[in-house]
């Protein structure tokens, strides 16, 4: 009795472990064939000058639907494909995709995140560059979204593939900024172009006067290191305007425009942005 009650669990733990085991052979293998067969796809989400409300270029964020499972989030896809090695293939097809979207917009930049395990990759800059003229684009309509992921690890490699990047003229980003372990020393050694404040600290802002002075010299930080700062996640227009008015210079979130698909960030473009009139006002 004693016996079967001390295995249970462990049978238990097993039969989770043989299911996570089976459930990611089984999404590896359909990975495979998403980009065959068209299930992937990219939405755009605009970011906007703080303090005009005009689009000034767009994220490219993934989005997988799978055949039986529908909408799978890229925070599980990602990881999953980074694991098994198809991120190579993936983060191809966005920055073609990407390409694609960026001759079609004309001056609106796209950022694509880029995986560490990609970033890593000798020759990565190298690629980046030939697509870029294979697609006939200028550098600048181009940027990167990195993390601090790329950098803890290979630290040489990534200096040399920023640097190779940036002389090329395509921008860097650093993502999700302030929720790594030592934000501040890889602004000592790499050089970016902006910083994006993870959307943390924006929803952190209405909870007191803490809040709004660490987001502030964040911002300040940025404009001293000669980066453009963007927030993320802005939901509000109280956020909205407590961001511009602790100087930031783009957002980026839901009260600006949710990730959308090609067609309506061109019309955003095209058109008045109605969504982004009360920021002017404020
Ligand atoms: P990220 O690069 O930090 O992208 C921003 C994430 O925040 C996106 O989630 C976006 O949909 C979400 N977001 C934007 N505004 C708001 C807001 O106001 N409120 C809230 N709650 N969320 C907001 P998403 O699309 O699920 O992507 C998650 C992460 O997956 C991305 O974080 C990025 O790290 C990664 N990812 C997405 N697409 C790609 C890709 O093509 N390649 C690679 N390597 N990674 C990708
Ligand atoms: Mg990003
Ligand atoms: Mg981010
Ligand atoms: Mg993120």
Not at 182 to 199: E, H
């Amino acid at each position: 009795r004693a016996k079967s009650d001390k295995r249970q669990p462990i049978q238990a733990f097993e039969l989770h472990m043989d299911e996570a085991l089976s459930f990611r052979r089984t999404m590896r293998k359909d990975l495979a064939v998403a980009i065959a067969e068209d299930q992937l796809h990219l939405l755009l989400q605009p970011v906007v000058g703080a303090r005009t409300g005009e689009l000034a270029s767009a994220e490219a964020l993934l989005r997988w639907t799978h055949p039986v499972l529908g909408a799978v989030s890229p925070a599980k896809l990602i990881p999953l494909a980074e694991e098994s090695g198809q991120i190579i293939a993936i983060d191809d097809w966005v920055l073609e995709q990407a390409l694609v979207y960026a001759a079609a917009l004309g001056d609106v930049p796209i950022a694509v995140n880029i995986s560490p395990v990609q970033f890593r990759h000798p020759g990565f800059a190298r690629k980046i560059v030939d697509r870029l003229s294979a697609h006939g684009l200028p550098p600048h309509l181009l940027k990167l979204e990195i993390t601090e992921g790329v950098l803890v690890t290979h630290t040489r490699a990534a200096s040399r593939a920023v640097n190779e990047l940036r002389e090329a003229g395509i921008r860097i980003a650093l993502d999700d900024f302030g929720t790594g372990f030592s934000s501040l020393s890889y602004l000592k050694d790499f050089q970016f172009d902006s910083l994006k404040i993870d959307r943390s600290f924006v929803t952190d802002l209405e909870n007191g006067r803490q809040s709004a002075e660490l987001l502030r010299a964040i911002i300040d930080l940025g404009h001293s290191l000669n980066m453009t700062v963007i927030a993320e996640g802005v939901e509000t227009a109280r956020q909205a305007s407590l961001i511009q008015l602790l100087g930031c210079d783009f957002i980026q979130g839901y009260f600006t425009g949710r990730p959308m698909p090609f067609e309506a960030l061109e019309a955003m473009k095209a058109g008045p942005q109605p969504q982004a009139s009360p920021l002017v006002r404020s």
